[in-house]
């Protein structure tokens, strides 16, 4: 059984930076596609992030070039750097785990707010 715990989620001004993390229990990390997914206030839940195994990533085009999605093997953990952050970023941001069976973690909140 697979169990993703995120934390980093917090209050940042408009401008700032945050880093999420996702740690990942299970040996199947290694062999999966992690991402994250955020679902704004009110709205439906949208992919933000991929990272293949080999490590080839994919962005959506509101958080290319000021997102980066990275991992670490070693210590089972994908990580989040958000910069330049805006209001529009606000979400319940979910780490998940793609393999044979698709995993979710609980979620972890930020606002960007002033």
């Known amino acids: 059984q697979v169990q993703l715990v995120e934390s980093g989620g917090g209050l940042v001004q408009p401008g700032g930076s945050l880093r999420l993390s996702c740690a990942a229990s299970?040996?199947?990390?290694?062999?999966?596609?992690m991402g994250w997914y955020r679902q704004p206030p009110g709205k439906e839940r949208e992919l933000v992030a991929t990272?293949?195994?080999?490590?080839?990533?994919n962005y959506a085009n509101s958080v290319e070039g000021r997102f980066t999605i990275y991992r670490d093997s070693a210590k089972n953990t994908v990580y989040l750097q958000m910069n330049s952050l805006q209001s529009e970023d606000t979400a319940v941001y979910y780490c998940?785990?793609?393999?044979?069976?698709?995993?979710w973690g609980q979620g972890t909140q930020v606002t960007v707010s002033s």
């Open positions: 998940v785990q793609s393999g044979v069976r698709t995993y």
């Open positions: 299970g040996s199947s990390f290694s062999a999966s596609t």
């Open positions: 990272i293949t195994v080999a490590r080839s990533t």
